[in-house]
């Protein structure tokens, strides 16, 4: 995986890229597989991604907006890359949990990030996203 290397990486990003090399990466997007991105919260600018993967900034601040109110996520559903997904479970506070047909998408807000993961027909939706929240956990649990 290629990552462009930033000299105004903050503490909690360094950290980040670190879990991301020894863990995420080879546990969750290579094992699942699936594609992942995690975005600061506040700022929504990107920390890491999978190779290729990336949201559009009204892409991101779309989904920023239907964890703050869920009733949008389920009235608009969320796009990644272009790609429509109707929400399925929005609950406001964790996350978002979104379908297109056979392909899901999952969203994990924790304090200050936003993952972001979508997988295919491959991986079974339910396996994602029980691995995303579990992350999501592991941050919070951390301060993150």
């Known amino acids: 995986m290629e990552v462009a290397m930033r000299t105004d990486v903050t503490l909690r990003e360094e950290y980040v890229l670190k879990l991301w090399y020894t863990y995420i990466n080879e546990n969750l997007v290579q094992s699942t597989p699936c ?4 975005y600061d919260a506040c700022s929504l600018r990107l920390i890491i991604a999978s190779d290729g993967f990336y949201l559009l900034n009204n892409e991101i601040h779309n989904i920023s907006e239907g964890m703050r ?25 964790n996350g978002i949990y979104a379908r297109d047909g056979s392909d899901g998408c999952t969203v994990c807000k924790t304090s200050t990030l936003l993952i972001v993961v979508v997988s295919d027909q491959k991986v ?17 649990k951390i301060g993150l």
Do not use: C
């Open 124 to 140: 079974k939706s339910e396996e994602s996203n029980e691995q995303i929240m579990k992350l999501g956990d592991f941050f919070r």
């Open 69 to 93: 109110f869920p009733e949008e996520a389920y009235r608009n559903g969320i796009d990644i890359q272009s790609r429509h997904y109707d929400v399925r479970l929005a609950d406001g506070r």
């Open 35 to 38: 594609k992942a991105a995690i």
